[in-house]
Nanobody, 124 residues
Framework: QVRLAQIGGGVVQAGGTLRLSCTAS????????LGWFRQAPGKEREFVAT????????YYGDSVKGRFTMSRDNTEATIYLQMNNLEPEDTDVYYC?????????????????WGSGTQVAVSP
């Protein structure tokens, strides 16, 4: 069992920045891929970014490349999502997740544990 506790989110104007964090606890959380997804009402949960357990690889969704930066600190079992140049289209609930597939890392079905989600709202 892995538990994920999220902090961050809020309301910002377009072009602004926000930072999310997520701390994992429980059974060997640093052995998992840890990443971020987002979801708008009535839409599929979308892949945002993920890190392999050893932080050797970071992957990003196409819609956030160049604007969002993910980092991971295994000493604290925490991941961060620095979101710059935010756009109204980034308005979603953001979830952190723990998974295990380095091949299907974009697929939410390969993540076993989820945070409770945090709202990000970007105004025009």
């Amino acid at each position: 069992q892995v538990r994920l506790a999220q902090i961050g989110g809020g309301v910002v104007q377009a072009g602004g920045t926000l930072r999310l964090s997520c701390t994992a606890s429980g059974r060997t959380p640093t052995a998992y891929l840890l990443g971020w997804f987002r979801q708008a009402p009535g839409k599929e949960r979308e892949f945002v970014a993920t890190s392999t357990h050893d932080v050797a690889n970071l992957y990003y969704g196409d819609s956030v490349k160049g604007r969002f930066t993910m980092s991971r600190d295994n000493t604290e079992a925490t991941i961060y999502l620095q979101m710059n140049n935010l756009e109204p289209e980034d308005t979603d609930v953001y979830y952190c997740a723990a998974g295990w597939s380095t091949v299907r890392y974009k697929d939410r079905n390969y993540y076993d544990y989820w945070g409770s989600g945090t709202q990000v709202a970007v105004s025009p």
